[in-house]
């Protein structure tokens, strides 16, 4: 259940930032209503999971998956590109959530 919690969590940010671009510097209503109630959202999930996840390994997981999500939301609803040492800046930060969260004594296994 606390990662099916840590993931509610990611996708309300990853929806939530991407509405930014949207919301325009909050003067668009929708938007705005979307990145408000998607970072509460975010914030309320994340907070429920470090009752068993260690705060270290869930902000890494809900940061570093985050960071990969909204690019990927950038390059498809937004056109932005991505270079090959960007791809790989990416691939990085797939591999240190991963050995984080399947290797590391750290993390709730």
């Given at each position: 259940?606390?990662?099916a919690?840590?993931?509610?969590?990611?996708?309300?940010e990853?929806?939530?930032t991407?509405?930014?671009?949207?919301?325009?510097?909050f003067?668009?209503?929708?938007?705005?209503?979307?990145v408000i109630?998607?970072?509460g959202?975010?914030?309320?999930?994340?907070?429920?999971?470090l009752k068993?996840?260690?705060?270290?390994?869930?902000?890494?997981?809900w940061?570093g998956?985050?960071?990969v999500?909204v690019?990927?939301?950038?390059?498809?609803?937004?056109?932005?590109?991505?270079?090959?040492?960007?791809?790989?800046?990416?691939?990085?930060?797939?591999?240190g959530?991963?050995i984080?969260?399947?290797?590391?004594k750290?993390?709730?296994?």
């Open positions: 259940m606390t990662y919690l840590l993931f509610v969590a990611i996708v309300a990853v929806i939530a991407s509405a930014l671009k949207a919301a325009e510097g003067t668009r209503l929708v938007p705005s209503l979307i109630v998607g970072y959202v975010a914030f309320v999930c994340l907070s429920l999971t068993t996840i260690p705060v270290g390994i869930a902000y890494a997981t940061s998956v985050g960071i999500l690019a990927g939301v950038g390059w498809a609803l937004y056109g932005q590109s991505l270079d090959l040492a960007g791809a790989v800046g990416l691939g990085l930060i797939i591999a959530v991963l984080v969260n399947l290797v590391s750290t993390a709730v296994h």
